[in-house]
């Protein structure tokens, strides 16, 4: 059976980008297919200027909303990065077998270096080593695939290159894993800026609906969603990038594609409206069963203490492994 990874950075709360882009896919297929763990990725969360009990708040949410999503512990493994030593471990070796210059080459990194700087704030050297830790997430566990967003493609590029680059130096250790992407939704963009990226950290709030945003505030950021000043409704990513942002939000809802869709709205207010309502069914469920988790959260801490165990047990040996194989003595 094959591997899988991906996971979530606690740095916000979750957005519709996270669950169109990455988290529908781990429930309804990822878990189901495959030998697959979800990770909520702590450490990463840590690049930036970050208040502490929010990142632990948020890591705990996070657990949360992933079983509340759908996914299922008897399925697949879910759990916390900063619990499995693993990663950090692997993390070194990889940071001696990548460049200074592929990590500044990160767009990413370039992206949030610059919103750092411009809030007047230093760049942490974490930031810029991010991608490796990344790489060292998935690496661990022999993954085979790295179901993500389009904006991680060049993480797991990365990753890949540096894989090969482990195992053509020191002998094989490592599965060359590949990046997969929805078909619709992997780029969700923000309602008020439609040229970026639904980010749950931005700053621009009425631009992202969060998952645990309430129907009538899912309404009210749709319903003033930049479009431009157009009439009819046409599919243009490059043109329209407004309408064409709801058209692939109302896609992914409903399972339809955002062409098809094109051809059936007269206004823009219609397209609003079905988006709107669209989104508050798919996130209702959610809703429904993370307000029934809060009302158990030693339920939640047991999910995540027995899958940091069973990710322990998996990545050890491959780490291991690669200890040996860099040339570290190993422990007596
Ligand atoms: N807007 C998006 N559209 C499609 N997919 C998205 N993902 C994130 N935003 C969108 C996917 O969700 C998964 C988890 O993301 P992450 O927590 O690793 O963080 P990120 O990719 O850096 O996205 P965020 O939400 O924008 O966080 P911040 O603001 O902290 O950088 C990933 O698979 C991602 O592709």
């Known amino acids: 059976m094959k591997r899988v990874f991906s996971g979530v950075k606690p740095t916000g709360h979750l957005t519709l980008g996270n669950y169109i882009g990455a988290m529908r896919r781990w429930v309804t297929v990822d878990q ?47 759990f916390v990065q900063s619990h499995v030593d693993e990663h950090a471990r692997l993390s070194y070796l990889l940071e001696c077998v990548a460049t200074d210059g592929e990590m500044r080459r990160m767009i990413q990194y370039r992206e949030k270096a610059a919103l750092e700087r411009g809030r007047g704030g230093s760049v942490r050297l974490s930031l810029l080593t991010y ?33 090969v680059r482990f195992n053509q130096r020191y002998g094989h250790a490592f599965v060359v894993p590949r990046a997969t992407h929805p078909e619709v939704g992997a780029r969700v963009m923000n309602l008020q800026d439609p040229t970026s990226k639904m980010g749950k950290s931005d700053d621009v709030g009425p631009g992202i609906v969060y998952l645990l945003d309430e129907p009538d505030v899912v309404r009210k950021k749709v319903m003033r969603a930049v479009t431009d000043s157009g009439q009819d409704v046409v599919y243009d990513r490059e043109a329209r990038p407004g309408v064409a942002n709801l058209l692939e939000i109302l896609a992914a809802c409903t399972g339809g594609n955002p062409e098809g869709l094109s051809g059936v709205y007269e206004s823009y207010g219609a397209l609003k409206k079905d988006t709107a309502e669209a989104v508050i069914e798919v996130l209702r469920p959610v809703q429904q069963r993370h307000k029934e988790l809060c009302t158990d959260p030693g339920y939640v801490e047991g999910v995540l203490r027995d899958g940091a165990e069973r990710a322990r047990a998996m990545a050890r040996p491959t780490v291991d492994a690669a200890y040996r194989a860099i040339g570290l003595l190993p422990a007596a």
């Open 32 to 78: 189901h297919q495959a030998d697959a763990l979800f990770c909520i990725v702590d450490l990463h969360a840590l690049t930036v200027e970050h208040d502490p009990a929010r990142v632990c708040r948020l890591s705990r949410q996070a657990g949360t909303l992933l079983l509340a999503a759908g996914l299922d512990p008897e399925l697949c493994t879910v």
């Open 131 to 163: 991608p490796v830790l990344m790489a060292a997430d998935i690496l661990a566990y022999g993954t085979d695939e790295v179901p993500v967003g389009d904006d991680q493609a060049q993480h797991v590029e990365l990753t890949r290159d540096l894989a």
